[in-house]
């Protein structure tokens, strides 16, 4: 059973069972502190979708990644891509009416870089409105943030960006390119506050601000990436997968409704 979308012939897409979950992963191309690489974002997320297809290979479909965000506000640092999100919204959305258009009805928008966040929200509800299918939106580590909170060994505000949980999942997929000789520390961002915290399984900010990255941070980083290790990165993806692999599983058992025009 294939489960890369790009790797279908003509006839399979006809063919294909079209209540599978196609996946779309969208994330960046970024800093990720002197420690880890540009692709950090595009490497996790991938690794959640295709370690879900390998899990449920029956029910999954996983599209190339789109490796560019909404994170013009990291672009004092060398290397950012960044797109409007505007533009990011209409890509998105014509990804998914094309895939509409050759009879998939269910989508996830799976996210991989925190800002896209409400961008893939927006895409995945201006999908259900123009094409009529089932598209969902879901940020990867929104889906695990008790198991993450078991297994973390950094404080609250220690996984944000290029932290903890970004660097041990990227040490236990791709250990030589992560350098943690180079990492530090950087815990700047609001940790003690009532209403901003950024960390990403801290339950939620009940208030949000994103500043230039430039501001609150002095080499791109946002946590505690010294703690980090390839085991624990092993631990995360795994309770990520599996995640993935229940909400997929919930999506194909949706009721495909009818809307009612009540006027």
């Given at each position: 059973?294939?489960?890369?979308?790009?790797?279908?012939?003509?006839?399979?897409?006809?063919?294909?069972?079209?209540?599978?979950?196609?996946?779309?992963?969208?994330?960046?191309?970024?800093?990720?502190?002197?420690?880890?690489?540009?692709?950090?974002?595009?490497?996790?997320?991938?690794?959640?979708?295709?370690?879900?297809?390998?899990?449920?290979?029956?029910?999954?479909?996983?599209?190339?990644?789109?490796?560019?965000?909404?994170?013009?506000?990291?672009?004092?640092?060398?290397?950012?891509?960044?797109?409007?999100?505007?533009?990011?919204?209409?890509?998105?959305?014509?990804?998914?009416?094309?895939?509409?258009?050759?009879?998939?009805?269910?989508?996830?928008?799976?996210?991989?870089?925190?800002?896209?966040?409400p961008?893939?929200?927006?895409?995945?509800?201006?999908?259900?409105?123009?094409?009529?299918?089932?598209?969902?939106s879901?940020?990867?580590?929104?889906?695990?943030?008790?198991?993450i909170?078991?297994?973390?060994k950094?404080?609250?505000?220690?996984?944000?960006?290029?932290?903890?949980?970004?660097?041990?999942?990227?040490?236990?997929?791709?250990?030589?390119?992560?350098?943690?000789?180079?990492?530090?520390?950087?815990?700047?961002?609001?940790?003690?506050?009532?209403?901003?915290?950024?960390?990403?399984?801290?339950?939620?900010?009940?208030?949000?601000?994103?500043?230039?990255?430039?501001?609150?941070?002095?080499?791109?980083?946002?946590?505690?990436?010294?703690?980090?290790?390839?085991?624990?990165?092993?631990?995360?993806?795994?309770?990520?997968?599996?995640?993935?692999?229940?909400?997929?599983?919930e999506?194909?058992?949706?009721?495909?409704?009818?809307?009612?025009?009540?006027?």
């Amino acid at each position: 059973m294939k489960t890369s979308y790009g790797q279908l012939t003509v006839d399979e897409v006809r063919n294909a069972d079209k209540d599978r979950v196609v996946i779309l992963s969208v994330s960046a191309t970024e800093d990720h502190g002197p420690h880890m690489p540009l692709d950090t974002d595009t490497v996790l997320g991938m690794a959640v979708a295709e370690g879900a297809a390998k899990k449920a290979p029956d029910d999954i479909l996983v599209m190339p990644p789109i490796p560019y965000g909404f994170n013009e506000h990291h672009k004092d640092f060398p290397g950012v891509i960044w797109i409007e999100p505007e533009t990011l919204i209409s890509f998105i959305t014509d990804v998914t009416k094309s895939l509409a258009h050759h009879g998939f009805r269910r989508i996830l928008l799976l996210n991989s870089h925190g800002s896209n966040h409400p961008v893939l929200d927006l895409a995945a509800r201006k999908t259900v409105i123009q094409s009529g299918i089932i598209c969902v939106s879901a940020s990867y580590w929104n889906l695990i943030s008790q198991r993450i909170n078991e297994l973390r060994k950094s404080e609250i505000g220690g996984i944000a960006h290029a932290g903890e949980f970004e660097a041990a999942i990227y040490m236990h997929l791709h250990p030589e390119l992560v350098d943690l000789n180079k990492a530090e520390k950087q815990i700047l961002h609001n940790a003690g506050s009532k209403f901003f915290n950024l960390d990403l399984a801290a339950g939620g900010s009940p208030a949000n601000l994103v500043r230039w990255w430039s501001e609150i941070s002095p080499d791109g980083t946002m946590g505690d990436p010294t703690v980090a290790d390839a085991e624990t990165g092993r631990l995360f993806l795994e309770a990520a997968v599996n995640a993935t692999v229940e909400l997929v599983q919930e999506i194909r058992a949706m009721p495909i409704l009818k809307r009612k025009d009540h006027h």
